[in-house]
Structure formats: structure tokens, C-alpha cells
């Protein structure tokens, strides 16, 4: 997505203001009493099973891809706003900051009984108890991953990626950000069925 001018990447700074955001996500989540890691008292690199008690703990998932596809367009969006509407108050290096605060904010929200009753009442996670902090942190840093990715890549093979991966996650779980999004704001009773029947 970075075309001819160049890429929407942090400094020092920047990326500094980005982890420090991060981290303080983190503060957050555990002041919200989550709990730091997976209750089975194990950390894995992945977990797989999406009906699974661990799904959500662990660092990655099959949701992770979800996440990279965040950062894609948070890109997208921060290269619009300082590069087509011009943002001159705002350096170019706080893109990042300001993407890892708005997937700060919804690992926040998405943690807060509301959405957890949300998820539960509406989509086929019905024992979904929300995200232990580990996940959270490995969510954003997948963002900053698909940000980071986006700001080297041109836009069509950012975008292909993004396709690809919603196919590929859509194939394997019947899930993917797509879907989630339509679930948890519009509810669809057949696609609910669906995915259920896998």
C-alpha cells in the first residue's frame, strides 16, 4: 500500500509511543481482572481447536490471521489520511501508535462482559469467555505485523493477502473477520447454522 512515496513507518519514537501503548493495554486488561495467561496453566504458540476451552489463550490462533488483516487496514486507513487528505499537525510515525491504540481499545472492549455476552448470545462461540491478556498482547502485536507488512507491500498484493487469508480461515473454520464482524453487529440465523454444523 505504500505506492511511490514512502511507507507510513515509525521512528524511534513512534514505535516507542506504540509499545508503550501496548503495554498499558495490557495494565488495563489485567486491572479488568482477565487472566494473564490460558487457565490450563499452559502457553502455546498455537492453538488450533476453535471449540476448545484454550481457544483465545494462547499466543496464536486461527483468529490471529484476523488480526494481520487489522493491521492491513489500519494501514489503509493512515495511508489515506496522511497521505490523501494530509494531516499536517500529525507526523506520518505515529500511524502505528494510532492503530495500536485503536486495537488497544477493542481487545478492551471485546474483553468487557458486554461483547463476551454478545459473542455468546449471537455468534456459535458460546463458551467464549473472552481473551486471556497473553492473547490480547499477541492480537496487537499481529496487528502491528500486518501494519508493518502493509506499509512494504504494494496495495493489490496487500489486498490479495487479505483475500487470501479470509478464504483460507473461512475454508478451515468457517470463520473469519468478515463473518465476525456481520455475527457480532447483524446477526445472520443461517450463516449461524452453518457455521455450527462443521
Known sequence: MNGTRAPLVPDRAGALAALGIGLAVVVILLGMDRPPI???GTIRLWQGVV???ENSQQISDWYSFSHVIHGFLF???A???WRRWGLAAL???WALML???VEGSWEILENSPIIIERYRAVTVSFGYSGDSVLNSAADMGFMTLGFLVAARLAALV???VALAFEAFTLFMIRDNLTLN???LAWPVEAVREWQASA
Open 38 to 40: 490460558c487457565a490450563c
Open 51 to 53: 471449540e476448545s476451552a
Open 75 to 77: 494501514y489503509g486507513a
Open 79 to 81: 495511508h489515506l489520511i
Open 91 to 93: 507526523s506520518p510515525k
Open 99 to 101: 492503530a495500536v491504540l
Open 158 to 160: 496487500t489486498v490479495v
Open 181 to 183: 464482524v456481520l455475527m
